[in-house]
């Protein structure tokens, strides 16, 4: 069974451009988290969404940072623009509906020169 | 509001030696703890998880971690470190449907 798809694994964007990640779930996870991984530091909720609906935004930086999950499955995070400050691992992990066990993908290396 | 504490940033054992990866945590409701590894390039590994059945709880790969509620703490270890332990662990909380991460230790085997 394949595990949590993640693209790019690497990106490198000057400040004040725009990008985005993708995120493929484990197939029947209703459940979606994208998490920032700063260097040093355990990962850090963004965003969690229950099938299509953002459950809990609470974190996500708002201003510049936004993410969509339309039909349910996959779903693209995104910076616009970046600054330098967003450079980090992405990390996207799903569940099934209320199971405790989070599966993480490999994650997104972001860095902004 | 809960929290998480990994007590060292770095731990250096021999092969064949033991480990002991320490974690104190912080929670406001009956908690769900987690250990999770961390190889280079590679995704966050669930090693295992307590939710409140037996103290003592076995994982993947030889660890296991006993929680203490009266120390709060949620210690890992393992018998025999291999030189394939080598990673960086979090300990991990899990408190109305969303996770705490502690800050992570690097775990280093020495030859």
């Known amino acids: 069974e394949a595990g949590v798809v993640q693209s790019p694994r690497y990106k490198i964007i000057e400040k004040k451009q725009p990008v985005a990640f993708w995120c493929n779930p484990i197939?029947?996870?209703?459940?979606l988290y994208w998490y920032r991984q700063n260097l040093g530091q355990g990962p850090e909720l963004l965003i969690r969404?229950?099938?299509?609906?953002?459950?809990?935004d609470s974190q996500l930086p708002k201003d510049r940072f936004s993410a969509e999950r339309l039909k349910g499955v996959d779903s693209t995070l995104k910076i616009q623009p970046a600054e330098l400050g967003d450079s980090a691992v992405y990390l996207c992990?799903?569940?099934?509906?209320?199971?405790?066990?989070?599966?993480f993908g490999p994650g997104t290396r972001l860095l902004v020169l | 509001a809960q929290s998480v504490t990994q007590l060292d940033s770095h731990v250096s054992v021999s092969e064949g030696t033991p480990v002991l990866l320490r974690c104190n945590y912080s929670?406001?409701?009956?908690?769900?703890l987690f250990w999770y590894v961390q190889h280079p390039n590679k995704g966050l590994q669930l090693l295992l998880k307590y939710t409140s059945a037996a103290t003592l709880v076995k994982g993947i790969n030889g660890f296991e971690a006993e929680f203490k509620k009266s120390e709060t703490s949620f210690h890992l270890t393992k018998p025999s470190a291999h030189m394939s332990d080598a990673a960086e662990y979090f300990c991990?909380?899990?408190?109305?449907?969303?996770?705490?991460f502690g800050s992570g230790t690097q775990l280093t085997v020495l030859p």
């Open positions: 992990a799903s569940s099934l509906a209320g199971a405790e066990t989070q599966y």
């Open positions: 197939s029947g996870h209703n459940t």
């Open positions: 991990v909380v899990r408190s109305a449907r969303q996770l705490t």
């Open positions: 969404y229950e099938n299509e609906e953002a459950v809990d």
């Open positions: 929670s406001s409701y009956s908690p769900s």
